[in-house]
């Protein structure tokens, strides 16, 4: 569930204060945005034992930094109180989820629009710590044994794991669920499960999974971070189904009351069978979460003002400037504030669909990034609250930054007359215009960059190279990004482009992403730590080619999965980051996107009924995941 971090699935790099799965899933499965530059982990080197003594946790690289006996994370208050309730709006999605409607409880599969905080309603193995990326401790398993070569995992289960209906969590589960999902789960968790050779039961209590040789780095912690099914009840269902029936599950919360399309609340399990565990002391502490849909953003604004919502995450700079001066405000009972952020920063832009021919031509792509004047739309319509994004990997190590290093250049000679040259100097960067909102300079160049590629003017018409008339059209399931979009649309006007906008429900919206039906899209990514080789997910060839795959762009060259290959078999952080400089320059030599912009600050606002721990999570905020309810400021402002 979102509200606890147990599963933020994101997209891209990785995204956000989780506490569930690693990186490298929730880079695979959602998408987000993110934060400053972070320290590299501890390079020491995990050794494996030489007869596979079980240990309590897993990383990527280093040692955990929890001893087996930690009695919980840092950033929780042990003794933090359980009740009230929390309302929220949902602000980010992954695999099947819409933002402003549902119609199917199960968020794992392609079909239909999935609810939002289905992932508290399901353990998995391991879980992580919101302080240490790429590190996970045990949850559903109390320990692993791993194999010398690290391509065998034996997880020991704890024998008081249960299921909601009070049924054993066994190995045979575990096994279930993972080949349910590599055979019939979304695409993402076919691709991202590839390599993953077999998953068996031994015995009553040890899953044992093998991986292949050719193994990404992370691939242990995706499949110790995995959703836990079970196995007896999805014997007599169609997984691949959509379904308004709730699932069994084994987490902290299980379905509640719930209106398709509206609302859907989730009630905390008081009996639920890990909740002393370490990695779940001082969290879960509301008893019932719930999330209203709205499909409009100031509509939904409306209902915070008003009490419907009571916890709000906010990503509109206008209202973020003008809106929060309402009575409630100005007596106290809301409280609103600007955190710096932690999370990584991933990447957000307008994203154009190369399956079709018109968007073939870097050169035609570069044009058209021209035509948007990002000084000016910051100054006029953001209030001047965001910084351009530059980079796929944004204000992180990964950012490539000035000359290709010894290390880099390694990287890309081999593929030198295959890239553009740009990628061994300088990476490119948007061009800052003169914030006229015209820039008489910019537009000339993109008009001469349209007539190298083969473009004519006819008129007030410009035509492609094949004589068509050159039109675009800007796919959106809401209005929110057009105060944004149609003075760009504007500028691609006076290139003779026609460029419209279509608004269209959320689920016909991902239907047509799913089906690579569009021109151009607006796309948030997330970001991570640690890059991981589940961005062959958004920019690999192989998911270019797989309907529903989070490469919307269609993105397919062979330097950029190689890239991709060589950070997953990184041995080192050190590795990674030089890899990940390589794949962000040639990612930005391509033209792929037109980037858009980035808020260094997490704006948050709050019915003040609430309490946090006094520590803060390293990565992330900690919001609303660690807080709790406080009957006592409930009654002070009248919502006891």
């Not at 353990?123 to 790429?134: F, I, K, T, W, Y």
């Not at 008081?270 to 509509?299: A, I, M």
């Not at 000016?376 to 290709?404: H, Q």
Request: aromatic share 12%.
């Amino acid at each position: 569930m979102q509200v606890t971090r147990r599963r933020l699935i994101a997209a891209g790099s990785g995204v956000a204060a989780a506490a569930a799965l690693p990186a490298a899933l929730r880079s695979a499965l959602a998408q987000e945005a993110g934060a400053p530059a972070m320290a590299p982990p501890v390079e020491a080197p995990v050794a494996a034992p030489a007869e596979a003594a079980e240990v309590h946790g897993l990383s990527t690289f280093g040692e955990l930094g929890l001893p087996p006996d930690f009695p919980h994370f840092a950033y929780v208050n042990p003794q933090a109180p359980k009740g009230g309730a929390i309302t929220l709006q949902i602000k980010r999605t992954g695999g099947n989820q819409s933002f402003d409607t549902f119609n199917t409880l199960n968020t794992f599969v392609l079909q239909g629009d999935g609810a939002a905080g289905m992932d508290a309603c399901f353990d998995s193995l391991m879980a992580g710590s919101s302080d240490e990326p790429g590190s996970l401790y045990g949850l559903v398993a109390r320990s692993v044994a791993i194999s010398p070569d690290k391509l065998s995992y034996r997880f020991r289960l704890r024998p008081e794991a249960r299921f909601h209906d009070g049924s054993r969590i066994t190995p045979a589960d575990v096994a279930f669920s993972f080949r349910i999902l590599k055979e019939k789960g979304h695409p993402t968790y076919r691709l991202i499960l590839r390599e993953v050779v077999s998953a068996e039961a031994v015995g009553e209590d040890v899953v044992a999974f093998t991986l292949s040789p050719k193994r990404s780095r992370e691939l242990h912690l995706i499949v110790a971070g995995l959703p836990i099914f079970s196995q007896a009840y999805w014997s007599t269902r169609n997984f691949e189904a959509s379904t308004l029936e709730p699932p069994l599950g084994s987490g902290p919360y299980k379905v509640g009351r719930f209106e398709q399309g509206r609302f859907i609340e989730f009630d905390r399990v008081p009996d639920y069978w890990g909740r002393d565990l370490p990695v779940n002391v001082g969290t879960n502490n509301f008893d019932r979460v719930r999330w209203e849909y709205f499909r409009d953003r100031q509509v939904a604004f409306e209902a915070f003002k008003g009490g419907v919502l009571t916890f709000q995450e906010e990503f509109t700079s206008r209202i973020w400037a003008t809106g929060y001066d309402f009575p409630a405000i100005r007596e106290g009972k809301v409280r609103k504030e600007s955190l710096p952020k932690t999370d990584p920063v991933g990447s957000q832009g307008w994203v154009f669909n190369q399956r079709r021919a018109k968007f073939a031509d870097p050169r035609i792509r570069e044009a058209l990034g021209l035509a948007f004047d990002f000084e000016w739309t910051n100054r006029n319509i953001m209030f001047s609250s965001f910084a351009r994004m530059t980079s796929y990997f944004e204000n992180s190590d990964s950012k490539a930054v000035g000359l290709p290093s010894p290390a880099e250049l390694a990287l890309l000679e081999p593929f030198r007359g295959q890239v553009p040259d740009e990628v061994f100097g300088e990476p490119w960067l948007p061009p800052v215009s003169d914030g006229s909102g015209r820039d008489r300079t910019l537009l000339k160049r993109a008009h001469d960059l349209l007539t190298e590629a083969g473009c004519r003017r006819d008129g007030s018409i410009l035509r492609l190279p094949d004589g068509t008339p050159f039109t675009i059209e800007f796919l959106d399931f809401s209005p929110a990004l057009q105060p944004h979009t149609q003075p760009f649309q504007r500028n691609l006007r006076r290139l003779g482009i026609i460029a419209v906008s279509r608004i269209v429900d959320a689920a016909q919206y991902q239907r047509r992403l799913d089906g690579f039906d569009f021109d151009i899209i607006s796309r948030a990514m997330g970001g991570a730590v640690v890059p991981s080789d589940s961005l062959r997910i958004v920019y690999g060839s192989e998911a270019a080619r797989t309907r529903g795959s989070r490469n919307v762009g269609g993105i397919a060259h062979p330097a950029i999965d190689a890239m991709i290959e060589t950070i997953g078999r990184a041995g080192s952080y050190a590795e990674v980051v030089v890899a990940a400089k390589c794949l962000d320059r040639l990612l930005r030599a391509g033209r792929y996107w037109i980037p858009m912009w980035w808020n260094p600050t997490e704006w948050l606002a709050y019915w003040d009924m609430y309490e946090r721990p006094q520590t803060k999570p390293k990565y992330g905020s900690g919001a609303p995941g660690t807080w709790w309810y406080d009957r006592a400021k409930a009654q002070r402002i009248g919502r006891a």
